[in-house]
């Protein structure tokens, strides 16, 4: 059974693993687009593009935030009133190839959310997929290609909830 929480030092880690693994799937000398889905994934895609560029010298790097709330399946259980951000997608889109940045990876439903909604502004040369954490349960077929904290065998009643320093004052991941 995996640890009921993770602290910021552990956390720290696990996200550099998560771009060390990215940085080896990549050349630092290609383009490539790194696009967060809002919320706690944007703030990894931030972190990840600072330390490709600083550490591991990614020159070419697009940075985006992807907002997915009107492409959920889920909508009307949301309620009357949806919570819509903006999404920022002031890159090339079309040939390049981007890494998708979420915090979780559970049902597959985000990310298939995530790509309709992407399917909108453009076609890049290829998607991979990079997660903090997968606590499994997967609804669709959708894996993440990249990912830090596995947990699959976590019972479907338990909850992973990443918390992040720029949103939520400290790096935390807590199992409920």
Do not use: W
Not at 45 to 70: C, M, N, P, Q, V
Not at 80 to 105: F, K, Q
Not at 126 to 140: H, K, Q, W
């Amino acid at each position: 059974m995996p640890a009921n929480r993770y602290d910021a030092s552990e956390v720290g880690k696990l996200i550099d693993k998560l771009i060390d693994q990215i940085a080896g799937a990549f050349s630092p000398d290609t383009p490539l687009n790194v696009v967060g889905i809002r919320t706690r994934g944007e703030t990894l895609a931030e972190r990840i593009t600072l330390k490709l560029r600083d550490a591991h010298g990614f020159s070419k790097l697009g940075r985006g935030a992807l907002d997915i709330t009107l492409y959920r399946d889920d909508l009307a259980e949301i309620g009357p009133r949806p919570l819509v951000r903006p999404t920022h997608l002031t890159i090339e889109i079309d040939g390049i190839p981007m890494l998708l940045v979420d915090d979780v990876a559970f049902t597959g439903r985000t990310v298939r959310a995530a790509l309709d909604a992407l399917s909108d502004f453009g076609r890049p040369s290829a998607i991979r997929l990079g997660v903090l954490v997968d606590r499994g349960g997967r609804e669709l077929p959708i894996q993440p290609d990249f990912c830090a904290l596995n947990l699959k065998d976590l019972p479907r009643e338990r909850h992973v909830q990443v918390s992040l320093a720029e949103s939520d004052g400290r790096d935390e991941i807590t199992i409920t």
